[in-house]
């Protein structure tokens, strides 16, 4: 059974090796790309579509895209122009610390057909650091018999850059007794030393305070300095001398924080406090201080953080043991990081193609890549997938890979696929990683969208707000995925004088139906209009419905008084003898209003009187009529406030003012009131228009007569006759009668009185706006008598 299996494994082995050497690849050497670091982002770097010898189109069409091992976005790739653009400003210190130099490799991917560019970004450095101590205060003990020429040891400064930039050169303030020789590690690090000028005399100095300033090589250069306090001391001859100068150690990165790695020993021939030696380390970087630690006393150095082979290899640490005396020596140790298999292997997911249409030939699904840290076996991999699929691996270049399909697929048999790719590497003991996918099949659009309902009957009140919705319409689709997803729409409405698109707008997600102004039942009773849903298949498919909007009525007009007119300058006077009977009609009070139904009826009662108890009103139709005889105490000024209501809810209402004239020696026609039934008295309006007829009738034939007198006065010096305004109370004035509500005609008259009358009967001589009334049905005027005292209503 193992043998048949290893059998298969080196077949497949094998193909994949054959696949490998099939792909075509663009060009033997990767594309190199240069940047400084801190280069603000967006910044044009060149022209990929150029460099590979392609067109923008194509490189758009091929689904172009970059992916690299950091897996981070720094780099931008515009698929219109084929711009390779910086996407975000790079700090070399932070992307490759001291490593020189940093190239970061990416790859470009092209997925239809497959291919693979690959290309190397190199970031250069620029001087944006200085070199910076760690202790910004460095102190030393030497002794007074120090012999010239001896030299010290000092802490070395840090600097973030590389190359040129990077640290150069020591200096130290002007001096008689010291200078400084500076010395390369060997590891491209340089580090100071003090060295003795003359003999130094304690008693005559002491101790020194100089400034040691450190340069970097940048254009223009910068500098860090610290502060070096010596202390002379007395005769200590003898230096702490290690028993080996270079320590070399090997290190698993799995090692435990605490563990000791190495210990170090010197030794120092002096006795006392000269002989006592600390151990130390010397010009150590932050990194080394962070990840070791070192006992002073016995020199044994242990690990203060976990190891990362796979971040670092190789330390290289320098340690230094001082006696009390000052005098010290120095030793290397060198760790090396030995790699064991403690990462497992990463799957990067550069592209995932679903879902895929059933029947399609075959397809490629997803594009990864496979990545472990590790070094060696370790960080050699094999990827695999279930063999009862319809799906196979691809191996490519650079550890991609495709999955594609292996035949078409029916979505009826199975509607999706849970793909597990399982990556495992070959170090001991082995890792694995388990990628779970999941492929969906589409369906093709086959059904059209249906409504819930074929017609809606929507109902709205008018004087709604905009923008709430006034109802709602649905229609699902039986596909599924895009194909079922519903696009609401309004259709041309079919009456072009109706502004659909002012009216109404439907929510194209939900159906839901909203108002875009404020509708008005007395304009707009009702309108239809038609919706449509359509799906997002590929041809669409759709279909339609009525919906109809009823706009209900809403109490929002006052009414509105006809008469006697309200916005007159001058009031309207009505003249009342006072031999008038009770019953008798002294005027009617007319208003309309704007809305419809029980909105619109109206009731009238007397608000406010001269005299409460001399005047009444009809609910019905507003006609203001006498209580009770009239005597000679009434006031002959009499004013009414009548309060005209509807039936609304709330009700509104409006008030008319009267102004009521008590006369005597006036022609006394008695009104009788009617004694017909209720409905016949709510038909008083027809009354009006009738007489308003008959008015408007012996207008003509006073204009004839007015024509005539005219001709005889200019044959005659003596006037025939003409309307005179009276010493007493009535002035002219003009009687409106609007022809709105109840009216069907505008009128206007001048009211006066004849001077040589012997009925002082009113005229209504001069119509301004003079227009013939249609004959209305009903019964005329009880006795058809001329308008006297009265205006006629």
């Known amino acids: 059974m193992e043998a048949r299996v290893e059998r298969a494994v080196q077949k497949r082995q094998v193909l994949f090796l054959c696949v490998f050497l099939g792909m075509s690849w663009a060009g033997a050497e990767p594309l190199r790309y240069f940047v400084a670091e801190e280069t603000e982002r967006g910044t044009f770097l060149t022209n990929l579509a150029k460099d590979l010898g392609l067109g923008v189109g194509e490189l758009r069409?091929?689904?172009?895209?970059?992916?690299?091992?950091?897996?981070?976005?720094?780099?931008?790739?515009?698929?219109?122009?084929?711009?390779?653009?910086?996407?975000?400003?790079?700090?070399?210190?932070?992307?490759?610390?001291?490593?020189?130099?940093?190239?970061?490799?990416?790859?470009?991917?092209?997925?239809?057909?497959?291919?693979?560019?690959?290309?190397?970004?190199?970031?250069?450095?620029?001087?944006?650091?200085?070199?910076?101590?760690?202790?910004?205060?460095?102190?030393?003990k030497i002794l007074?018999?120090?012999?010239?020429?001896?030299?010290?040891?000092?802490?070395?400064?840090?600097?973030?850059?590389?190359?040129?930039?990077?640290?150069?050169?020591?200096?130290?303030?002007?001096?008689?007794?010291?200078h400084i020789n500076v010395h390369d590690?060997?590891?491209?690090?340089?580090?100071?030393?003090?060295?003795?000028?003359?003999?130094?005399?304690?008693?005559?100095?002491?101790?020194?305070?100089?400034?040691?300033?450190?340069?970097?090589?940048?254009?223009?250069?910068?500098?860090?300095?610290?502060?070096?306090?010596?202390?002379?001391?007395?005769?200590?001859?003898?230096?702490?001398?290690?028993?080996?100068?270079?320590?070399?150690?090997?290190?698993?990165?799995?090692?435990?924080?605490?563990?000791?790695?190495?210990?170090?020993?010197?030794?120092?021939?002096?006795?006392?406090?000269?002989?006592?030696?600390?151990y130390a380390f010397s010009y150590a970087t932050e990194r080394i201080l962070k990840t070791f630690q070192i006992n002073p006393t016995s020199g044994s150095l242990h690990l203060k953080a976990q190891l990362d082979y796979e971040a670092i290899q190789t330390y290289t640490l320098t340690i230094q043991a001082k006696d009390g005396g000052g005098l010290s020596g120095k030793c290397t140790v060198v760790v090396d990081v030995t790699d064991i298999n403690d990462n497992r292997p990463e799957l990067l997911l550069s592209s995932l193609t679903s879902p895929i249409a059933e029947n399609s030939p075959e397809t490629v699904v997803a594009v990864f890549r496979i990545r472990d840290r590790d070094s060696g076996n370790n960080g050699k991999t094999v990827c695999s997938i279930q063999d009862d699929l319809p799906f196979i691996l691809k191996p490519s270049v650079e550890n991609f890979y495709t999955l594609v399909t292996e035949k078409p697929l029916d979505r009826e048999r199975n509607t999706e696929y849970n793909i597990t790719i399982t990556v495992t590497d070959l170090g001991t003991p082995r890792l694995k990683t388990e990628h779970n996918i999941t492929v969906l099949v589409s369906d093709v659009n086959d059904n059209a969208p249906a409504f819930t309902q074929t017609s809606y009957t929507l109902f709205v009140r008018e004087n709604n707000s905009p923008a709430l919705p006034i109802g709602s319409v649905s229609a699902t689709d039986r596909d599924s995925g895009t194909n079922a997803q519903v696009i609401y729409s309004l259709l041309p409405s079919q009456d072009p004088h109706l502004p659909l698109t002012s009216l109404v707008s439907i929510n194209a997600d939900n159906g839901h139906l909203f108002a875009l102004r404020s509708l008005d039942y007395e304009a707009l009773q009702a309108f239809e209009f038609r919706v449509g849903a359509t799906d997002r298949g590929s041809p669409a498919l759709s279909s339609e419905a009525l919906v109809r909007v009823l706009v209900l009525d809403a109490n929002d007009n006052s009414p509105f008084v006809l008469y006697p007119l309200q916005n007159s300058s001058a009031p309207c006077t009505e003249p009342l003898p006072r031999a008038a009977e009770p019953g008798y009609l002294v005027t009617k009070v007319v208003a309309v209003d704007g809305d419809s139904g029980q909105n619109a009826w109206l009731s009238y009662q007397l608000l406010k009187a001269t005299e409460p108890g001399l005047f009444g009103v009809w609910a019905h139709n507003g006609e203001v009529r006498t209580a009770r005889l009239l005597s000679e105490r009434d006031a002959a000024k009499q004013r009414l406030v009548v309060l005209v209501k509807d039936n609304g809810e709330p009700p509104r209402s409006a008030t008319a003012t009267l102004h009521v004239l008590l006369v005597d020696g006036f022609s006394q026609p008695y009104l009788r009131l009617p004694e017909a039934a209720p409905d016949q008295a709510n038909s008083l309006t027809v009354y009006l228009v009738v007489a308003l007829a008959s008015v408007s009738s012996l207008f003509l034939l006073s204009v004839l007569l007015f024509v005539a007198v005219r001709l005889c006065r200019r044959s005659r010096a003596a006037p025939v006759g003409r309307c005179s305004v009276p010493e007493g109370p009535f002035p002219r004035h003009l009687v409106d009668l609007s022809g709105t509500g109840t009216l069907s005609q505008s009128y206007q008259y001048e009211v006066c009185l004849t001077g040589g009358s012997g009925t002082n009967e009113f005229k209504f001589l001069k119509p301004i706006i003079p227009n013939l009334l249609p004959q209305s049905t009903g019964r005329e005027v009880e006795e058809n008598r001329p308008f006297q005292n009265n205006l006629g209503f």
């Open 61 to 140: 069409a091929r689904g172009t895209r970059i992916v690299s091992d950091q897996n981070m976005q720094i780099l931008l790739l515009s698929s219109l122009t084929g711009d390779l653009l910086l996407n975000e400003k790079l700090d070399r210190e932070e992307l490759c610390g001291p490593r020189e130099p940093c190239v970061l490799p990416f790859q470009l991917l092209l997925e239809k057909p497959f291919q693979i560019f690959r290309a190397k970004l190199w970031v250069r450095d620029i001087n944006d650091h200085a070199p910076v101590f760690l202790d910004r205060e460095i102190s030393l």
């Open 144 to 178: 007074e018999s120090t012999t010239p020429g001896a030299a010290f040891l000092l802490e070395s400064a840090q600097d973030s850059d590389v190359g040129t930039n990077s640290l150069s050169n020591y200096t130290i303030s002007p001096n008689a007794y010291f």
């Open 185 to 278: 590690s060997g590891e491209g690090n340089i580090y100071p030393e003090l060295v003795l000028n003359q003999v130094l005399d304690r008693e005559e100095i002491p101790e020194f305070s100089l400034t040691l300033t450190a340069l970097d090589g940048g254009s223009p250069p910068r500098s860090g300095t610290a502060l070096v306090r010596i202390l002379v001391l007395d005769v200590n001859d003898n230096a702490p001398d290690f028993v080996r100068s270079l320590y070399k150690v090997q290190v698993p990165e799995n090692s435990p924080v605490g563990s000791m790695v190495v210990s170090v020993s010197a030794r120092d021939l002096d006795t006392g406090s000269n002989g006592e030696i600390a």
